[in-house]
Antibody, heavy 122, light 109 residues
Framework: QVQLVESGGGVVQPGRSLRVSCAASGFTFSNFGMHWVRQAPGKGLEWVAIIWFDGNNKHYADSVKGRFTVSRDNSKNTLYLQMNSLRADDTAVYFC???????????????WGQGTLVTVSS | EIVLTQSPATLSLSPGERATLSCRASQSVSRFLGWFQQKPGRAPRLLIYDASNRASGIPARFSGSGSETDFTLTISSLEPEDFAVYYCQHRSNWPPSITFGQGTRLEIK
């Protein structure tokens, strides 16, 4: 069965960096686009980034552009999010998610990890 | 940039009642609209894709309808486990990005 397991969250000071990971299993990782979505405490869902199946295209939300970098290692079935210059408003649970293309070419986040909490605080 | 607006923000109903949740897009998204359910401390779960197709394992009491800018998620008869927060979602093709609505909290009356 499809499994996504995030790791690497924790408490980090403002201005510092952190990398979170997402280990995938149960499907051919190199065939699917992957996303990062975050959720601040008590708030709604916010999309963060997408990376193409082959890693050749990446796009980001304006709120993280220039600070966050998404990457993947298809040989290790792992997705990464490198977060630099962290701010207090980056505090959130970070979810990785796999997108699935529907028959009419819509894209949906069908599978999600359990999330990893990143807290930015001094 | 497409904006998704959900209404109401909170819906208070009793088990057995019918729930109707709305999602309005700021411009046409054709039928490319999904619905998610999220319970506290859990990841979101895909319920509906392409506006009206139930995802794998989703009970028949969940149904979706709509196209272009106006979409509805209906739960025909609420079960206790249905009380949660619901989000609509659209994925733009270019630039590729995902937009979520702000959510509707379905609470027990």
């Amino acid at each position: 069965q499809v499994q996504l397991v995030e790791s690497g969250g924790g408490v980090v000071q403002p201005g510092r960096s952190l990398r979170v990971s997402c280990a995938a299993s149960g499907f051919t990782f190199s065939n699917f686009g992957m996303h990062w979505v975050r959720q601040a405490p008590g708030k709604g869902l916010e999309w963060v980034a997408i990376i193409w199946f082959d890693g050749n295209n990446k796009h980001y939300a304006d709120s993280v552009k220039g600070r966050f970098t998404v990457s993947r290692d298809n040989s290790k079935n792992t997705l990464y999010l490198q977060m630099n210059s962290l701010r207090a408003d980056d505090t959130a649970v970070y979810f990785c998610a796999r997108e699935t293309r529907s028959d009419i070419s819509g894209y949906y986040l069908e599978y999600w990890g359990q999330g990893t909490l990143v807290t930015v605080s001094s | 940039e497409i904006v998704l607006t959900q209404s109401p923000a909170t819906l208070s109903l009793s088990p057995g009642e019918r729930a109707t949740l709305s999602c309005r897009a700021s411009q046409s998204v054709s039928r490319f609209l999904g619905w998610f359910q999220q319970k506290p401390g859990r990841a979101p779960r895909l319920l509906i894709y392409d506006a009206s197709n139930r995802a794998s394992g989703i009970p028949a009491r969940f149904s979706g309808s709509g196209s272009e800018t106006d979409f509805t998620l209906t739960i025909s008869s609420l079960e206790p486990e249905d009380f949660a927060v619901y989000y609509c979602q659209h994925r733009s093709n270019w630039p590729p990005s995902i937009t979520f609505g702000q959510g509707t909290r379905l609470e027990i009356k």
